[in-house]
């Protein structure tokens, strides 16, 4: 029998979770309800701090507007400037959140005010020019993902930080939940034993190619977080009626699909990807391309010897771990709350718009702590472009049907080289 507790309504799961940290013990299954004592606790963790943090943004559309609301949430935070080039959006986004200072060019912005932080959601092509025009001016960044469009690009950016001495991260927005710091927490117990495999789902709908950019660069940084440093790539990728992609099938993203970012060159409609990580863990990484499969799916299965944890969906995180290695489909797996994830300061139960708010306000602290603290983020520059990898890594073991060890040499675009070098319809290539 299992214990667990799924809570309907506020007052049931208040009921349910009074207490602190609370553990329900039956037989040798464990099951972790964090309460509500706890996410007061967590909670008064985000009041008010001694700085003040001046903080501008380039580049005013969607994550622009999600940024600016966790910074204007955050006591020790002051929004004082934007840039960005569409004028209707710039006009809006000042309107909205009541910020007069808007730039056209993100140069004279960073001139004119001289902020502590700079917020860089733009899209791909546009993460490197700004953090490197940020890091020489003295200024700390936080890029949206993926890092950069290559390796040549990702490096120069965590060299001019460093160089600089300004901290930089990535907005791998998953390192900042509650759960999937349990996750590490209970691994670190030991409550599954040796983790052995991870088996990761993508989420559904995007062709893999896409969705490398898109949500596999957070599928592939999870992983990351579980399993360190990644010491070789093994992928095979495939179009939807199954031959093997080809360097004919590469394409622009929003050739592939209109409506997508522009994140550059990719390969592969659906694909399969094995890693091995430097301390001997295993994954296997699904990108099957199945609308179907969204949110139930995406996410990663971790393998222990005495123990499974499987975390689930891309906003809002559903947890459960199973006990021993015994188990049928059939079996049960006994699904993990916490407080501090699920509920509001009020207690009353988070939607996703509220949940990727928190995540977004917990990224930003992480930031000021590793500021005030002079140590990594813990989505740090250097986890961004070591992600990055990993995705050029997958197109490269394709491209030469072996493992590609790391780091992967050489840096530039490993698609962009494949056309150059062998595409058949370039008159200079015929054979
Ligand atoms: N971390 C996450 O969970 C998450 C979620 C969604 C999107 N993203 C990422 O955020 C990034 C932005 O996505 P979006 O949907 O907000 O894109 P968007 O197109 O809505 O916004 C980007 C804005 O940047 C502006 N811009 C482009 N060049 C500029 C320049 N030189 N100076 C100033 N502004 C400039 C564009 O005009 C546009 O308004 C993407 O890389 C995306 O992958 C991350």
Known sequence: MVLCVVYESKQNYLGAVSGALTFFLHSDLKVAMIGVNEAHSFWQTLETRMDNYRIAIIGLGGMGGAHAEAVQLETNCELVA?????????KAWGERFGVKAIYDDYEKMLDAQKPDIVIVPTQAPMHHAPT???????IHVFCEKPTALNLIEADEMVET????HVKFAINHIKRASPYNRHVL???E?????????MKATDKGGRKAGNSLMEMGTHLYDWLRLFGGDVEWTHAHLVQMDGRASTVDDIKHTQEVHPHDRDAGLVLGERGHVAFRFKNGIHADVQFIAQPQTNDNAYGIDIIGTEGRIAIRESVGTTMFIHRGQHQTPADAWDPVHLASEDLDEQGNPRDDASTRLLLQRLMLRDLIEAIEEDREPFASGKDGRDCLEMIHATWESHRQEARVYMPLTPRDHPLERWKREERTDLPSNKK
């Open 82 to 90: 934007g840039a960005e080039i569409n004028p209707e959006r710039a």
């Open 132 to 138: 490197i025009a940020a890091a020489q001016r003295g």
């Open 161 to 164: 930080c460093d160089q600089h």
């Open 185 to 187: 927490s209970l691994i």
């Open 189 to 197: 117990q030991g409550e599954i034993g040796d983790v052995v495999l």
